[in-house]
């Protein structure tokens, strides 16, 4: 279908329940819901003094997990699926922390009520920018931003509209930034069968219920849709406690600049045995598995 096609088929207001996207999204979409409601439903039970907490340790485990990725100073920063703005706040203090403030950080939201909410915490303060959007077109040029995060997002939202998304981190992703994306994985059903059997969100998906429907990923899958399917060529997948942690890059990561290829070289021996240069082993496989040259 092309874009355009796909857009009128989309063109009802976000959560209109006529179609998938909307009555995916309606749960997180009601006027009437006023910030500190919201604040208590959507962050997975975490009372409201611990939700700068919760959203620090998203961001550490980000840099614990992808400890190359970095930000230019005054780069440009999005977040797909924004909420209230927690995790651009907690993302925004980690990047002051490396000393590469970014310049603008935009979150975008399907949900013009979590848009509103985000604006009345934070809307008057740089670099913080709020927008809702139709979730499909992301509305920033190709190539414009540095980083590009998405967490407890991406597995709300029906799945070919989770993989026209990725293609659109793609358009808009600058050729040495890094987008990180968070999923829920397959194995994550045991703990939901607990609250929400398997054939109860099948039924709830089928009806169109509103109610948060939860989309699982295989790490094949992920690998497959990111690598081949949307065409990055730079694919870090963890598993991390029921979900997947992806980074993706259209470039090799920099190369340190205290990078010393005789010290890696010395310490890691298959390197120096398959007679490959060192850098560009870093900057291929090395940056990912950790490996160090002192
Ligand atoms: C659990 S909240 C997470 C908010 C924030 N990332 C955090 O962790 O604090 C999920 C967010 O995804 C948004 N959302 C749902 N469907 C979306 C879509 N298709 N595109 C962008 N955001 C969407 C919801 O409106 C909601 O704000």
Known sequence: MSKASMNKKTQNAPSDPSNVLGAAAAVWDDLRERLARIEARIHDGVPREKLAERADAYINTLFSLFPYVTAPLNGVVLEIGSGVGYIMEALTRALIARATPPASILGLDISHTMIERAKERLGARAPYRFLPYDGIDVPMPEASCDLILSVATLSFIPK???????????????????????????????????????????????????????????????????????????????????????????????????FDPEGYLSLNEDVRAAGVDPAQHWQEYGYREGRRWR
């Open 160 to 258: 070919p509209f989770a993989y026209n998304l990725l293609f659109e981190v793609k358009r808009v992703l600058k050729p040495g930034g890094f987008a990180v994306l968070q999923f829920l994985s397959f194995r994550h059903l045991p703990e939901q069968e607990t609250h929400t059997p398997w054939r109860e969100e099948i039924r709830r998906q089928i009806t169109g219920e509103k109610a948060h429907w939860h989309h699982f990923y295989a790490r094949e899958e992920l690998e497959m849709v990111l690598r081949t399917g949307t065409g990055f060529p730079y694919v870090d997948i963890r598993e991390l406690g029921g979900g997947y942690w992806a980074c993706v890059h259209l470039a090799p990561a920099p190369l340190p600049i205290d």
